[in-house]
Structure formats: structure tokens, C-alpha cells
């Protein structure tokens, strides 16, 4: 190994480039210390990591292809005793219906939960296990469960490990799951809350038992205290009142707030499809959850009319919660938003929103926070979660983004394992927004251009992270994308896989960018915090003109750091301009073609594409044992583990998005 990169690398004024780690998706993994993150304006990019007890959606496989999906692991009756660790059972036991059983095919050691999600209903998984024998472990769930809800485990090695009790000659970590079918034998509800039931053939004079149903959702949402459950039939349609339509106002407002541990739920019960929540026509939300604490929406499709919101969360409103929802227009053409996880009215903010497994489509922005439409200074407070969304084709009307978390101060929200297909202007944009991490996304596939009347509309950035909102006081700045894959952007000249558009201040490192029309990733940094960006161990291939394009503009240069990437671009791997501004510093990259122009200091690698990945055309780019990549980056103080989960030495790092490890 050269001996140039086996050093810990210091810069100007002998501070260490550093992304603290602890475990994958912890809070602490965003602190940095070349100068850390932290002192910048507001809160670290934190947001909920390893035992946050949340559930999540799809993968991509352990260090596998950046776009694959996650394989099912176990599910069979032949335990080998001897091999690979497996799942074998999932269940939700009668007698126990606030828990959730795993049975494994060998012994297993207790686990923090952090990696498991229980996906399907309202309960979600909410605390360490305890082993009840050597291969079966216990879970404590958020609630007990309903007995009509379906549920499949999802299981993210990266956010936090499964492992076997004692070693073997096979692989003693349990592989990803997404699917896995639980069993759920509850026979009832066996909560504290009260069960008020919901159908369309019902009477609001009734008792609201389940064989006497209330006809309609508000005269239900009245009778719901702290702890019940409001349930909608599956299967039939409830059309809302004209209620309280207009500007961030919804025709349907919960009336009330639940408390800690004790949610009000708007779920389904009995068989079939979700039950369907339709707007009225004229402006409001189908649904806002206002002013309002502790609400969770669960299994509903929520129909917004054209050119207004599905859901919306909005004013003084603490952990406000959408989970399993499918949210649409009422003509899949033109809705503005489809769920609005924050809007701050008359100086109240949104706090610790939850939206999780929901499926978007056809809105102009499928999921936003946006203080462009404020009276006062946006905020979302105590960060918040999206994890393990869909965010399908935004509108052909005026479309634009899949997610977006733009202009506000967001306290360390959490953007996390979702896929975006179908937008038309940015998959994921944190324009003018500052503390947002977004970890683990997958955004593929956007719509062609629109032509009309000679102007084209055309699909952009992947992951648009910075911007500047000078006339309404906004910037960004503490932004982390890690571990993301961005690929497939075959669209006009601007389509760019990750893009800083005059972003102060953030961290970029784990992400596969592939496939893409134009520029890998794109930093333009003008102005500059002292902080600065910096970038690390992300892989791009084959983009279509440079694989990093760097700009530091006026007199803020030498704030853009660049280390351990693997690049690959059709002009050139890197290029550098300055503007003024002083030159960009790195080391430790990998130029496949060997093209490295402007006001760049590094001192790099060269390897062909075919000499580094277990197989390009898949594009399957884990590194090859034999890789040149292996063991030849730079160290990079606190960077702990790659995209997959897998640990990286302190003398070794390889470069590039993953770590080449034995059991791959």
C-alpha cells in the first residue's frame, strides 16, 4: 500500500477531516470535527438513528447494487442449526398481542431493534428484545395490535445489527428482509382505548360497536378521547363535509389531541381496501391535523381535490403521524401537495412529525414543508422522520419534486430509505433549508421532458441539497446526504445525480451515483460557510460529462474538501473551477479515466472501471477483493461504516461507497 494513504490527512490550521460515526443512522454520526457542523447555525443534523424504535421500508442489499432490492431471508421450516442465521417465524401471539415474536433457525443474542420495522399497522416496534428461549426473541410493540391489520417485518442490517449467540464457519448476521409475513393471532383489541367503528351503511345515532356502526367520521372524531381508536371500513368511501376549507384549513380537523402514549388513531378494520377519505370540491385539505397532538392517520386513501392538499400538518401540532396511507388527487392531475408534514401559521410551529410507508402520487410535490408559503419564519421543531415512502409521478400540470423540506430551520429531520420515481424537476430538494439529513434514498427513473408551446419542462437533479432564498431570508446550510442511491437520469443536459446550489455548509459521503445524463455531484459553493462541504467515499459511474464538478465562488474558496471518491465521468473525472475563490483541497480519489482539471490539490489514484467492482454491467459496485480501491484511501477521522452497515478500519479505509469485506 502506498504509504501516502495510509495517513490520518490534515488540512490547513492541523484539523482533521472527521464525520464522527458511533452506529449507522445515529444521532451522533453527523458531528464532524474539520471544523465540526455543529458550530453552525442551528442544531447537527441528528434525527433518529439505532433504537429510535421506528419502522422503515425497502432496502438495497447488504453492499450489493446500488438499486437492487432487498432479498427475503428465511421464511422456511428447515432450520440448519449450522448455517447462515435465518429468520424462520414471525408472529404476534394471542396472549401477548402487544409484542412480536421472532423465531430464528440458531441461537440468537438479544438486539436493540434498531434495524427492525414492523410495517402494516399502527403499532410499531418500541424497545429492545429479551431472548424467551436461544433461538426465539421478544419485542415490545407501541400498542397492542388491532386483529384486522396485516403485518410483514422489514429488516435494515445497516441501522443496526441481528446476530447469532455464538460464531460459526457461516455468516452469523441476519441478512436484509423486506415482506416477511408476520402471523397475527389476535382475536381482539386488548388496549385500554375504546374502538369507535365506522361504515358507510351505518347510523350516527348508534352505539359505534362494530355490529353498530357510525356512519360518519366527524360524529366519530367527537366521541374520541386520548387512547381510542376511530376505524374506518375497509372497503367503503367516506365523503367529507364542506368543513373548513381554505388556506392551510382542512374539511376535516381531529377536534381533539392525544397524549404521550396515548395516540388517537384514524385507522381501517375488516377486510379489503383501504378505506377512501374524499375531499370535497373547493380549496382545503382533505385532511389537516391541526393544532393538534398526538394524532396518527393509519391505513386510509386519503383523495385530495385537484389543486389542494391530501394531508396537512399544520400550526402548534406535536408528533403528528401518517403511516400505510396511499394519498392521491382526485384526477391524479394537479393536487399541490400530496402529505404537508409542516406548515407554520401565526408563529406556531409543527413538532416531530411522522410520515412512514405512505404511497404519494400525482401531486406537484408528492411530500413538502415549505416556509416559501409562511406569513412567519418557518420552522419544524425537534427534527421528525420520513422513512420508507413511495413518492410515485408527481402531476404532468405544473410537477415538480418528490420530497421536498425547503426554507425553514428543520432541527435535524430525517429523510430516510424512501423511493422517488417520476418527478419532473428535483427527487429530493432541501432548498434554502438548513438541519435535514437525508440518508439511504433510493430516486431512479424520472419523467421524460414535457414540451409545450415550444418550452421545454425537463427532469433534473436527483438530490438537490443547498440554495438561497436572499429575499426571504433563507439559506442552507448543515446538510448531510450519505449512504443514498441516485441512477437511470437519461433526460435533457441539467439532469445531475446530487447537486449543491449555493449551499453553505454540509457533509456528502457513502452515496452511488450511476447513469446519469450529466454531472455525478455538483458543489457549488458560493457562498461558503467555514465549514464548508465536505465529500467523501461516494462511487459515480459512467455520468455523462464530470463526475464532481466543483465551484467555489468569490473570495470563500478553499471550502470544499474532497476524499476517497471513486469517479468516473465522460469529460472529466473532476474538475475544479474557482471563481476567485482558492483552490479545492483532496486526496485519495479514484480517477478511472484519469482527468482531473482546474484549481484542484490532491494527490490521487488511477484504475480502470473493470479492475474495481464485482460486476459493472449489473452495476453490482461492491468493490473486488483484488480491487486498487481496497485499502488505498485516506483515513477519515470518525467515518466508522460504509452504505451497507459494513465497519471501516481506522489505517485502511478503501474508497469509494463500500468497504470490501470477507463475506460478501
Known amino acids: 500500500m502506498d504509504h501516502r494513504l495510509g495517513i490520518v490527512l490534515t488540512l490547513a490550521s492541523s484539523v482533521t477531516l472527521g464525520c464522527a460515526s458511533a452506529e449507522p443512522g445515529s444521532p451522533e454520526d453527523t458531528a464532524m470535527t474539520m471544523p465540526s457542523l455543529e458550530d453552525s447555525e442551528g442544531e447537527g443534523g441528528s434525527g433518529e438513528g439505532p433504537g429510535d424504535g421506528g419502522d422503515t421500508g425497502g432496502s438495497d442489499t447488504d453492499g450489493g447494487d446500488a438499486e437492487s432490492g432487498t432479498e427475503t431471508n428465511g421464511g422456511t421450516d428447515s432450520a440448519d442449526e449450522d448455517g447462515p442465521l435465518m429468520l424462520l417465524e414471525a408472529t404476534i401471539p394471542a396472549s401477548e398481542t402487544d409484542h412480536l415474536e421472532l423465531r430464528f433457525n440458531r441461537a440468537v443474542a438479544p438486539t436493540d431493534g434498531a434495524g427492525l420495522r414492523l410495517v402494516g399497522g399502527a403499532a410499531s416496534i418500541s424497545g429492545p428484545s429479551t431472548v424467551v428461549d436461544a433461538r426465539v426473541l421478544s419485542i415490545p410493540l407501541s400498542d397492542h395490535v388491532l386483529p384486522d391489520d396485516?403485518?410483514?417485518?422489514?429488516?435494515?442490517?445497516?441501522?443496526?445489527?441481528?446476530?447469532?449467540?455464538?460464531?460459526?464457519?457461516?455468516?452469523?448476521?441476519?441478512?436484509?428482509?423486506?415482506?416477511?409475513?408476520?402471523?397475527?393471532?389476535?382475536?381482539?383489541?386488548?388496549?385500554?382505548?375504546?374502538?369507535?367503528?365506522?361504515?358507510?351503511?351505518?347510523?350516527?345515532?348508534?352505539?359505534?360497536?362494530?355490529?353498530?356502526?357510525?356512519?360518519?367520521?366527524?360524529?366519530?372524531?367527537?366521541?374520541a378521547e386520548p387512547g381510542d381508536y376511530v376505524l374506518l371500513q375497509r372497503g367503503d368511501t367516506f365523503a367529507l363535509s364542506s368543513g373548513q376549507g381554505g388556506s392551510f384549513r382542512g374539511h376535516f380537523e381531529p377536534p381533539r389531541s392525544g397524549q404521550p402514549g396515548r395516540v388517537i388513531t384514524y385507522g381501517a378494520y375488516g377486510s379489503g381496501e383501504r378505506p377512501r377519505v374524499e375531499a370535497p370540491s373547493g380549496s382545503g385539505a382533505a385532511i389537516a391535523i391541526r393544532d393538534a397532538d398526538y394524532v396518527h392517520l393509519d391505513n386510509l386513501e386519503v383523495i385530495a381535490d385537484d389543486g389542494d392538499y391530501g394531508v396537512l400538518f399544520v400550526g402548534r401540532s406535536t408528533e403528528p403521524t401518517v403511516?400505510?396511507?396511499?394519498?392521491?388527487?382526485?384526477?391524479?392531475?394537479?393536487?399541490?401537495?400530496?402529505?404537508?408534514?409542516?406548515?407554520?401559521?401565526?408563529?406556531?410551529?409543527?413538532?416531530?412529525?411522522?410520515?412512514?410507508?405512505?404511497?404519494?402520487?400525482?401531486?406537484?410535490?408528492?411530500?413538502?414543508?415549505?416556509?416559501?408559503?409562511?406569513?412567519?419564519?418557518?420552522?419544524?421543531?425537534?427534527?421528525?422522520?420520513?422513512?420508507?415512502?413511495?413518492?410515485?409521478?408527481?402531476?404532468?400540470?405544473?410537477?415538480?419534486?418528490?420530497?421536498?423540506?425547503?426554507?425553514?430551520?428543520?432541527?435535524?429531520?430525517?429523510?430516510?430509505?424512501?423511493?422517488?420515481?417520476?418527478?419532473?424537476?428535483?427527487?429530493?430538494?432541501?432548498?434554502?433549508?438548513?438541519?435535514?439529513?437525508?440518508?439511504?434514498?433510493?430516486?431512479?427513473?424520472?419523467?421524460?421532458?414535457?414540451?409545450?408551446?415550444?418550452?421545454?419542462?425537463?427532469?433534473?437533479?436527483?438530490?438537490?441539497?443547498?440554495?438561497?432564498?436572499?429575499?426571504?431570508?433563507?439559506?442552507?446550510?448543515?446538510?448531510?446526504?450519505?449512504?443514498?442511491?441516485?441512477?437511470?437520469?437519461?433526460?435533457?443536459?441539467?439532469?445531475?445525480?446530487?447537486?449543491?446550489?449555493?449551499?453553505?455548509?454540509?457533509?456528502?459521503?457513502?452515496?452511488?451515483?450511476?447513469?446519469?445524463?450529466?454531472?455525478?455531484?455538483?458543489?457549488?459553493?458560493?457562498?461558503?460557510?467555514?465549514?464548508?462541504?465536505?465529500v467523501h467515499h461516494n462511487t459515480v459511474v459512467a455520468a455523462g460529462t464530470e463526475a464532481i464538478q466543483v465551484y467555489t465562488g468569490g473570495s470563500n474558496g478553499h471550502r470544499v474538501w474532497l476524499f476517497n471518491n471513486i469517479l468516473d465521468g465522460a469529460t472529466d473525472d473532476l474538475r475544479v473551477s474557482t471563481g476567485g475563490g482558492q483552490s479545492t483541497v483532496g486526496g485519495g480519489n479514484l480517477l478511472v479515466n484519469g482527468t482531473a482539471s482546474g484549481a484542484y490539490e490532491g494527490d490521487d489514484l488511477e484504475a480502470s472501471l473493470d479492475s474495481l467492482f464485482v460486476d459493472l454491467e449489473p452495476r453490482d459496485l461492491r468493490l473486488r477483493a483484488d480491487a486498487p480501491a481496497v485499502d488505498a484511501g485516506l483515513t477519515v477521522e470518525g467515518y466508522g461504516f460504509d452504505r451497507a452497515g459494513v465497519p471501516v478500519p481506522t489505517d485502511a479505509a478503501d474508497v469509494g461507497a463500500y468497504e470490501h469485506h470477507a463475506d460478501q
Not at 402471523?183 to 359505534?208: K, P
Open 150 to 223: 396485516a403485518f410483514t417485518v422489514t429488516f435494515w442490517p445497516e441501522l443496526g445489527a441481528i446476530e447469532a449467540a455464538t460464531d460459526s464457519e457461516h455468516d452469523d448476521r441476519l441478512a436484509p428482509l423486506e415482506g416477511f409475513p408476520v402471523d397475527n393471532e389476535a382475536s381482539g383489541y386488548e388496549g385500554d382505548g375504546q374502538l369507535y367503528f365506522v361504515a358507510a351503511d351505518g347510523d350516527d345515532g348508534s352505539s359505534g360497536m362494530r355490529d353498530d356502526p357510525l356512519r360518519s367520521l366527524e360524529v366519530a372524531a367527537e366521541l
Open 323 to 534: 403511516t400505510n396511507c396511499r394519498v392521491r388527487a382526485r384526477n391524479d392531475n394537479g393536487g399541490y401537495g400530496g402529505i404537508y408534514f409542516g406548515a407554520s401559521v401565526g408563529g406556531e410551529h409543527v413538532s416531530h412529525p411522522v410520515v412512514r410507508f405512505n404511497d404519494v402520487l400525482g401531486f406537484r410535490t408528492n411530500y413538502s414543508s415549505n416556509g416559501y408559503d409562511m406569513g412567519d419564519r418557518h420552522e419544524v421543531l425537534d427534527g421528525g422522520l420520513l422513512e420508507g415512502n413511495l413518492s410515485g409521478d408527481v402531476t404532468q400540470d405544473n410537477g415538480h419534486d418528490g420530497f421536498k423540506a425547503a426554507r425553514g430551520d428543520f432541527h435535524g429531520l430525517v429523510i430516510r430509505k424512501n423511493e422517488v420515481t417520476g418527478w419532473l424537476d428535483d427527487g429530493l430538494e432541501t432548498f434554502g433549508a438548513q438541519n435535514v439529513v437525508v440518508e439511504y434514498n433510493v430516486l431512479h427513473s424520472p419523467q421524460p421532458p414535457i414540451i409545450s408551446e415550444g418550452s421545454g419542462k425537463h427532469a433534473s437533479q436527483g438530490i438537490k441539497a443547498g440554495g438561497t432564498d436572499n429575499a426571504n431570508g433563507y439559506h442552507a446550510a448543515n446538510i448531510t446526504v450519505r449512504y443514498n442511491a441516485v441512477y437511470d437520469l437519461p433526460y435533457d443536459s441539467s439532469s445531475n445525480g446530487i447537486i449543491v446550489n449555493s449551499g453553505r455548509s454540509g457533509e456528502i459521503y457513502g452515496n452511488v451515483v450511476h447513469d446519469v445524463r450529466r454531472i455525478g455531484i455538483k458543489i457549488d459553493c458560493n457562498p461558503c460557510e467555514e465549514k464548508g462541504w465536505r
